[in-house]
């Protein structure tokens, strides 16, 4: 059974710097990994989607790191701005079903 | 492109009441999926269709869950009897096919059991 963790759990930064989101998963079969962004109170919006044959992808400042090997994926989100204030997750794709096991999240807040 | 869509948004019911869920996919979507969110976890997929077709509906509370998709279009999520357990954000996605592709995901309903 897959089990997904990001670390850390909450994370709190001025305006201006990097952040750095960590996900790690137990089963390394998988096919894909793709990152969401989650407001309050609000659905998932995906960001980024690593294909397995792929070390990395990227989307204006959003950079997503594969390491299947390992078991790790991270986000890497350059010039942090208030609006990147969310709960970011993480969910590695098993190649049966298309089926996404999400981790707990990481609770984001970046200040003015 | 319409996105997908949810409603109601919020939902307030007493323990043992039924509720229903309805969602409508993103056009031509043949994957649907239902998750349950339960406050400050990551969602977790209840039920998942294929056209109307239920290709994995391992975790769905039998008991008390249920699911259709009619039509292989829109699909409705019931809950008989709910308990205070129930109460969470439940979310429906989509997908263009059974695969690899990217989920789309609706805003939710949030449902809070008394």
């Known amino acids: 059974k897959q089990e997904v963790t990001q670390i850390p759990a909450a994370l709190s930064v001025p305006e201006g710097e990097n952040l750095v989101l960590n996900c790690s998963f137990t089963?390394?079969?998988?096919?894909?990994l793709q990152w969401f962004r989650q407001d309050p109170g609000k659905g998932l919006t995906s960001l980024l989607l690593?294909?397995?044959?792929?070390r990395e992808q990227t989307s204006g400042r959003l950079n997503a790191s594969l390491d299947k090997s390992s078991g790790r994926s991270t986000l890497y989100i350059a010039a942090s701005q208030p609006g990147d204030s969310a709960t970011y997750l993480c969910?590695?794709?098993?190649?049966?079903?298309?089926?996404?096991?999400f981790g707990g999240g990481t609770r984001v807040l970046v200040k003015p | 492109e319409a996105g997908v869509a949810q409603s109601p948004r919020y939902k307030i019911i007493e323990k043992r009441q039924s509720v229903a869920f309805w969602c409508n996919p993103i056009?031509?979507?043949?994957?649907l999926y239902w998750y349950q969110q339960i406050l400050g976890q990551g969602p977790k997929l209840l039920i998942q269709?294929?056209?109307?077709?239920?290709?994995?509906d391992s975790q769905l509370p039998k008991d008390r869950f249920s699911a259709e998709r009619l039509k292989g279009v829109d699909s409705t999520l019931k809950i008989q009897p709910a308990k205070l357990e129930d109460s969470a954000v439940y979310l429906c996605?989509?997908?263009?096919?059974?695969?690899?592709?990217?989920?789309?995901f609706g805003p939710g309903t949030r449902l809070t059991v008394l």
């Open positions: 996605a989509s997908s263009l096919v059974r695969g690899l592709n990217e989920q789309f």
């Open positions: 089963d390394s079969a998988i096919y894909n």
């Open positions: 690593i294909q397995s044959s792929q």
């Open positions: 969910a590695p794709i098993k190649a049966a079903g298309n089926k996404l096991t």
């Open positions: 056009s031509g979507h043949a994957t």
């Open positions: 269709f294929q056209n109307n077709g239920v290709v994995d």
